[in-house]
């Protein structure tokens, strides 16, 4: 819960709302506070063929995650799922499929989970200033690949179960 108001930062207090509940108010500025939080996409990179998942290294750790990024401002979901797989691999998405959400505590983010189908299996237009390391990895490998315990590993079993993998 935020505890102080984001436009004139005074301590807030919590009031009745209907419809809403209890929800955070600012008495100086008159107004309901809503939660504030970021928005990222998260994505189960397929090849074309649909075998192989992509798994990415970032920041100098040898763990392997998903291609992920936030949204930015005036941007849908899918649009932000489309431009961080060119931005980060340079692979063009053939299709994006929403696949769950999940809030992530640590950094205060609505993860957005989709499947984007990739128009190519190359690597060879891998931005290397935001990814250090990119693989394919069959279905079987990228469960025993992905960073244990993590976010990542979560949407990448749920999207396995999901497909009967």
Known sequence: ??????E??????ERFLENEGTVPYCKTCGCF????????VS???LDPQKEHILLIQQYGRASNILVAGYVNRGEN???AAVRELKEETGLNAVSVHFNRSEF????????LNFTCVADSSSLEELNTREVDRAEWFTFEQAKAEIRPESLAK????????DIGK
């Open 104 to 111: 992530f505590e640590r950094s205060n983010t609505l993860m």
């Open 154 to 161: 979560r949407f990448l079993l749920s999207y396995l179960s």
């Open 33 to 40: 506070r809503f939660p504030i939080f970021s928005t990222a």
């Open 8 to 13: 004139c930062g005074a301590e807030l207090t």
């Open 77 to 79: 979901a899918e649009t």
């Open 1 to 6: 819960m935020m505890n102080y108001c984001y």
């Open 43 to 45: 994505l189960i990179v």
